[in-house]
């Protein structure tokens, strides 16, 4: 039986060498031999090459897309990070010289307290948003390609990838947030839609209407 995603959304966000970092020591799952990633402009595709022989060549197998945006990142005394410092606790400033550093004067004689330096810097992030048609396309290893978003998922520590796949003929639930897998349930709910045309007015053979 062939197992299959039916709801996917992501907001999974991870810097773009880090992308690569994860794909270098990956295991991939039996059935994908490699993966393919291509740049195209501001748009990343993950493709999976498939380990059998009974795909053929010339079909599309599954894919994950990601844009790629700059975010400026800034140095702090933990590390890099996307939160400017506080100016209070900030990084220090450039000049490293052991003397005292003078602020200088406003126009009521007030000392004003010399600006700290903060170093940042643009860094591109692949960012994995959307629903399945969107993160997660083709048919073709469908299932196997989405294990490897869920892997990304731990491994990006930032975002929320939540799904619903039937693997076996049984659903499953997957929630990922933040780098953690959380308990996921399914309910199921009547469709709104059904829910409206049984409670609407059938205009056409209504016997409180007249001709």
């Not at 894919?63 to 933990?78: C, F, G, H, P, V």
């Not at 990070?81 to 004689?109: F, I, K, R, V």
């Not at 629903?131 to 930032?158: H, I």
């Amino acid at each position: 039986m062939i197992s299959r995603v039916y709801r996917l959304h992501s907001t999974l966000e991870l810097q773009l060498e880090d992308v690569y970092e994860f794909f270098d020591g990956y295991e991939l799952p039996v059935e994908i031999a490699d993966i393919e990633i291509t740049r195209r402009n501001n748009t990343l595709i993950v493709s999976a090459v498939a380990a059998e022989d009974n795909i053929s060549k010339y079909t599309p197998t599954a894919q994950l897309k990601a844009s790629i945006d700059e975010n400026r990142i800034y140095e702090t005394e933990d590390g890099w990070s996307e939160t400017p410092p506080d100016p209070q606790n900030g990084m220090a400033s450039s000049d490293d010289s052991d003397g005292p550093q003078w602020g200088s004067l406003s126009e009521g004689g007030q000392m004003q307290e010399q600006e700290q330096e903060i170093n940042s810097k643009l860094v591109e992030y692949a960012c994995f948003k959307g629903d399945r048609e969107t993160v997660l396309q083709n048919t073709a290893l469908q299932y196997p390609m989405f294990k490897v978003l869920c892997d990304l998922a731990v491994f990006a520590e930032k975002g929320t990838l939540t799904a619903i796949a039937a693997v076996d003929g049984t659903l499953e639930a997957v929630r990922i947030v933040d780098g953690k897998e959380r308990s996921a349930s399914i309910e199921v709910v009547d469709d709104p839609r059904e829910r409206d045309s049984e409670n609407s007015v059938n205009w056409r053979d209504n016997k409180f209407i007249s001709d």
